[in-house]
């Protein structure tokens, strides 16, 4: 967001019905990228006013032979379609010879940008203006040509929020764009980047939902090393639980049964240090082991990884230290509140207690993955 002053803000208010300003919703976008056309198309049946749809027998006569072999007696495929008929394929109306174009119009999933070769404006009087001008299209070049590329075509800049601008490159002032731009680096005095590019975040487009599970690892240690956690022998997905001591500074591990491990504190020469295991109750009998090396891998990633600077630096291990500390707070602050009795106990000195488990998370489409639909 723009810092503004009050008087700024004031004069936007006053003068906002003045701005020469469009706003639309981008819509198409999703379905041209799956090959997959909508608007105005012959399709193969009509609607008789006060009658439901109807299919065309033009339609149902050339539908005959797929349908002989496809439904064997069942209703014909349009009328399987019904109102269904808004979005149509590709097919042949855009040529993608491999010549020209190499690459696959079909995406299924998208990441990268965009921006407006052609933008026409029609009212509802049908008086058209087109807002980019327009020019003859480039010659398609040879894949193996050298030449360098022709400049961009005329475009426009459009009023794009933070979320949907291009980040800048590294440590310099330039978005990381398709094509090197001399405006991305020239704004306002608040320094809004000027760019024609639109940042299309990672997203897939079809209908997905992502699943998790509880994960255990497997006994033998062989393939599969990871297998879903079975109920029905009662079998936990928990490897050890996470308190934080706020008055240490530091991070309390326990065993899966809740007894207490070790502590790993901020301090020291290196900025983390972990106590002295059992510490102050006495071990176990089977000595200083406790049978589970994922809680002493994580013990140890936690007093020996260090975060890196873009400059090449690394931060002291108290960093990640620090930083694990407050990615936990920040996630305890969305959990409900406890009832007024807690306070009561004398556990509610330190934090609650944040049960480590494995989790394996798959993808999960609504429908088969979907196809071009191009020829």
């Known amino acids: 967001m723009l810092p503004l002053t009050q008087k700024e803000i004031d004069d936007v208010l006053a003068n906002i019905r003045k701005l020469q300003f469009i706003s639309a919703p981008l819509s198409g976008l999703t379905e041209h990228l799956l090959t997959r056309y909508e608007g105005s198309h012959v399709k193969p049946n009509y609607r008789t006013q006060g009658q439901s749809l109807t299919s065309m027998k033009a339609a149902k006569d050339r539908c005959q032979v797929i349908d002989a072999d496809v439904n064997k007696g069942q209703p014909s495929m349009v009328d399987l379609i019904g109102p269904e008929s808004a979005l149509t394929p590709y097919a042949n109306l855009l040529s993608f010879d491999s010549k020209n174009y190499p690459g696959v119009p079909f995406k299924p999933v998208t990441h990268g ?4 070769t052609k933008l026409n404006l029609v009212d509802k009087f049908g008086q058209a203006t087109c807002i980019i001008e327009p020019k003859p299209r480039p010659r398609p070049r040879e894949i193996n040509d050298k030449r360098p590329l022709p400049p961009l075509p005329p475009t426009l800049y459009p009023c794009i929020s933070d979320f949907l601008s291009p980040d800048p490159w590294k440590e310099t002032k330039k978005l990381n764009t398709v094509y090197e731009e001399d405006k991305n680096d020239v704004g306002d005095k608040h320094n809004w980047p000027i760019t024609r590019f639109v940042q299309l975040t990672p997203s897939i487009n079809q209908n997905a939902r992502i699943n998790a599970s509880f994960l255990n690892a497997s006994p033998n240690g062989k393939a599969p090393f990871w297998h879903e956690t079975n109920d029905d022998i009662h079998e936990s997905p928990v490897f050890g639980w ?3 001591n706020y008055q240490d500074q530091g991070l309390q591990f326990f065993c899966s049964d809740g007894t207490f491990y070790r502590e ?8 983390a240090v972990a106590s002295s295991k059992w510490l102050p109750f006495d071990p176990p009998s089977n000595g200083q082991d406790t049978g589970n090396r994922q809680l002493d891998e994580f013990i140890g990633r936690v007093t020996t990884f260090n975060l890196s600077n873009p400059d090449g630096t690394d ?5 990640y230290l620090r930083s694990l500390f407050d990615m936990i707070n920040g996630a305890i602050k969305n959990m409900p509140y406890p009832p007024s009795d807690y306070a009561a106990f004398a556990n ?7 049960a480590l ?3 394996g998370w798959s993808l999960e489409l609504q429908a088969p993955p979907l196809k071009y639909q191009n020829t």
């Not at 940008?113 to 407006?116: A, N, R």
């Not at 790993?264 to 900025?271: E, H, K, P, Q, S």
């Not at 931060?315 to 960093?319: E, V």
């Open 315 to 319: 931060d002291s291990f108290a960093m």
């Open 113 to 116: 940008q965009m921006f407006f």
């Open 357 to 359: 488990v494995n989790i």
């Open 242 to 244: 996470l308190v934080l």
């Open 348 to 354: 509610s000195i330190v934090g609650k207690p944040l």
């Open 264 to 271: 790993v504190r901020v301090g020291g020469a290196t900025g």
